[in-house]
């Protein structure tokens, strides 16, 4: 009977360490949600709700590129600057209109992404340190380009900004349309069956003849521009464009995401509904410190918190 006992606390353990892998972020959502019902005045007022929701769009947008790269085990540090560089360039061409603005913005995130992909898929160099310099790069450009905030008066962005189609703000469907498209290329495309079987193993993938390298490239692309899109958004939401602070430290939002969200950095896998999840949560927390007037160095210790616990619940997690 003893030994039953013993042999029964590290099977509890496991399941429970499971059981937090799985559900863990969605529990963490719904706690918050009940602490701020509890604690929080007018939480449940309709317009407080829109305020979040249109406040984690970008994050959510710039999480979803940076879980397609974590799949191939690899991660972009380059986000924040790509939103920056995105602020910039719609500031300087959005004299010509908003869709060649657009263009213009696509272009150079392409370029980023391109330039991310090739270091890593054919130079050979890590992930982390490719996009590094990029990260750095990319911030400089930015500001080479725009020196300071600059006030942007243009009522078509003005309109992307603070429109909405039957109440619900155009960012908001933004997110939500590119969260679904993302989760389908994951799960149903040819394209997302090899991005988790280079993630998985990738001399494995090599030697079963998938297209490594064109895969890896495209990857950091759509990263790249999914991180231009949130830099437009929150510009336009804004009416501003200031390179100097916009997707700072981006980057770790989405990586914080991405990872309690239950997509192991180990790659192999991708969890879009719990990158959305993660995304909510880092703003239901950051959210929560802030409305009971805490400083900004407590919500990044509560990140910091957050982020121990979902590795830990992550051990052994892996590959598939």
Same mark, same amino acid.
């Given at each position: 009977?003893?030994?039953?006992?013993?042999?029964?606390?590290?099977?509890?353990?496991?399941?429970?360490?499971?059981?937090?892998?799985?559900?863990?972020?969605?529990?963490?959502?719904?706690?918050?949600?009940?602490?701020?019902?509890?604690?929080?005045?007018?939480?449940?007022?309709?317009?407080?709700?829109?305020?979040?929701?249109?406040?984690?769009?970008?994050?959510?947008?710039?999480?979803?590129?940076?879980?397609?790269?974590?799949?191939?085990?690899? /991660?972009?540090?380059? *986000?924040?600057? $790509?939103? +920056? =560089?995105? #602020?910039? &360039?719609?500031?300087?061409?959005?004299?010509?209109? !908003?869709?060649?603005?657009?263009?213009?913005?696509?272009?150079?995130?392409?370029?980023?992404?391109?330039?991310?992909?090739?270091?890593?898929?054919?130079?050979?160099?890590?992930?982390?340190?490719?996009?590094?310099?990029?990260?750095?790069?990319?911030?400089?450009?930015?500001?080479?380009?725009?020196?300071?905030?600059?006030?942007?008066?243009?009522?078509?962005?003005?309109?992307?900004?603070?429109?909405?189609?039957?109440?619900?703000?155009?960012?908001?469907?933004?997110?939500?349309?590119?969260?679904?498209?993302?989760?389908?290329?994951?799960?149903?495309?040819?394209?997302?069956?090899?991005?988790?079987?280079?993630?998985?193993?990738?001399?494995?993938?090599?030697?079963?003849?998938?297209?490594?390298?064109? /895969?890896?490239?495209? *990857?950091?692309? $759509?990263? +790249? =521009?999914? #991180?231009? &899109?949130?830099?437009?958004?929150?510009?336009?939401? !804004?009416?501003?464009?200031?390179?100097?602070?916009?997707?700072?430290?981006?980057?770790?939002?989405?990586?914080?995401?991405?990872?309690?969200?239950?997509?192991?950095?180990?790659?192999?896998?991708?969890?879009?509904?719990?990158?959305?999840?993660?995304?909510?949560?880092?703003?239901?927390?950051?959210?929560?410190?802030?409305?009971?007037?805490?400083?900004?160095?407590?919500?990044?210790?509560?990140?910091?918190?957050?982020?121990?616990?979902?590795?830990?619940?992550?051990?052994?997690?892996?590959?598939?």
């Amino acid at each position: 009977m003893a030994e039953a006992t013993v042999r029964s606390v590290p099977l509890d353990r496991a399941r429970i360490l499971q059981w937090l892998q799985t559900y863990g972020v969605y529990a963490g959502v719904a706690l918050l949600l009940v602490v701020n019902i509890v604690i929080t005045p007018h939480f449940l007022s309709a317009e407080n709700f829109r305020t979040q929701a249109v406040q984690v769009a970008p994050v959510i947008i710039v999480a979803l590129g940076m879980a397609l790269v974590i799949g191939t085990e690899g /991660v972009d540090l380059s *986000v924040g600057a $790509v939103m +920056a =560089l995105a #602020a910039s &360039v719609t500031a300087l061409y959005l004299g010509y209109g !908003l869709l060649p603005a657009l263009l213009v913005v696509a272009v150079f995130a392409a370029g980023v992404g391109l330039a991310n992909g090739a270091l890593v898929a054919f130079v050979g160099v890590q992930p982390i340190v490719a996009t590094l310099a990029l990260m750095v790069g990319g911030r400089g450009l930015a500001l080479v380009l725009l020196p300071q905030l600059e006030d942007l008066r243009n009522p078509a962005l003005a309109s992307l900004g603070s429109g909405d189609v039957l109440g619900v703000p155009y960012l908001i469907l933004i997110a939500t349309v590119l969260a679904l498209l993302v989760a389908f290329v994951v799960r149903r495309t040819t394209f997302g069956r090899q991005l988790l079987a280079i993630g998985d193993s990738r001399p494995a993938a090599q030697l079963a003849g998938l297209p490594v390298r064109r /895969v890896l490239i495209v *990857v950091y692309v $759509v990263c +790249a =521009l999914l #991180a231009a &899109v949130a830099g437009v958004l929150a510009t336009a939401r !804004l009416q501003a464009s200031d390179p100097t602070s916009l997707g700072n430290l981006m980057e770790l939002s989405a990586i914080t995401a991405v990872v309690v969200g239950g997509t192991p950095l180990t790659g192999g896998r991708v969890n879009i509904a719990g990158t959305v999840a993660g995304a909510v949560l880092i703003q239901l927390l950051t959210a929560t410190l802030i409305k009971h007037d805490l400083p900004p160095s407590w919500t990044q210790i509560a990140q910091a918190i957050v982020i121990v616990c979902a590795v830990y619940a992550a051990r052994g997690r892996g590959k598939r």
